[in-house]
């Protein structure tokens, strides 16, 4: 598929925008997602095309995020193992299943997940109750969010959020850090599977991929500097909104 520059500079730009909101805790496919869809993508091509592009926000996060990142460097040397085969096994359901099978379900999980993110420090406080059940129950959570985001992806950067907050570290910003590198690692082994299995519109993910770098570079700033409780229900916010709008375009 050929694209306008029209076309390629509002991808650069949602990129932008996408970047910094996902990489502040937010909701990255929100926007990128949808432009890709406006721009003429199918669903199903904009779904590969939106999870390749996502590599791009990793390197800009993790640059601006190393001080955060050094102090979960342990828990996110655990993570990484189950989160690269989940999202691989995820990556290649999408390519042997109907592109319509998840979507009755997503709406839900991302609302339950912004619901647990509004939750978190009373679900936190509970979960340092049980800590050996909890810290049972990690890798297997990790792995059922990374099967998802190598899947479809929309909305998985919340569920992974209000997953690291109870059961890692419940400090945002360190949690947003670890984060932001779990979605781009998952990306990276998504964009893997695709390069091999699918045709992937290049032309669309390169301006978008540049986009959410740049972008991606402003939001851990962002993240650090905003009291936890605004990030928390601002990100719940558009949780809940993208909840509603996957459902409206489901039924």
Do not use: C
Request: hydrophobic share 60%; aromatic share 6%; charged share 5%.
């Amino acid at each position: 598929m050929s694209l306008s520059l029209g076309q390629s500079l509002v991808l650069a730009l949602a990129g932008v925008a996408a970047g910094a909101l996902g990489a502040a805790g937010g909701i990255t496919s929100l926007v990128s997602y949808s432009a890709l869809l406006a721009v003429g993508l199918p669903p199903l091509p904009a779904t590969v095309a939106n999870l390749v592009a996502v590599v791009g926000s990793g390197p800009g996060a993790a640059l601006t995020s190393r001080s955060e990142l050094r102090s979960v460097a342990a828990p996110l040397r655990q993570a990484l193992p189950s989160a690269i085969l989940a999202a691989a096994a995820g990556s290649l359901l999408l390519l042997l299943t109907p592109p319509g099978v998840f979507s009755l379900i997503v709406p839900y999980l991302v609302a339950l997940a912004s619901l647990a993110l509004l939750l978190q420090p009373r679900l936190t406080a509970a979960a340092a109750r049980e800590p050996t059940r909890i810290r049972s129950l990690t890798l297997p959570l990790l792995g059922l969010v990374s099967l998802y985001s190598g899947y479809f992806g929309a909305g998985s950067g919340i569920m992974l959020l209000a997953l690291l907050l109870v059961v890692v570290d419940d400090r945002l910003p360190e949690a947003n850090a670890m984060k932001n590198v779990l979605v781009a690692v998952m990306a990276l082994v998504s964009a893997v599977v695709f390069a091999v299995a699918t045709p992937i519109e290049w032309m669309a993910v390169v301006p978008l991929a540049i986009g959410l770098f740049a972008g991606s570079t402003t939001g851990p700033v962002i993240a650090r500097h905003l009291p936890p409780s605004v990030v928390r229900w601002g990100v719940a916010a558009l949780g809940f909104f993208l909840a509603a709008d996957l459902w409206l375009n489901s039924v």
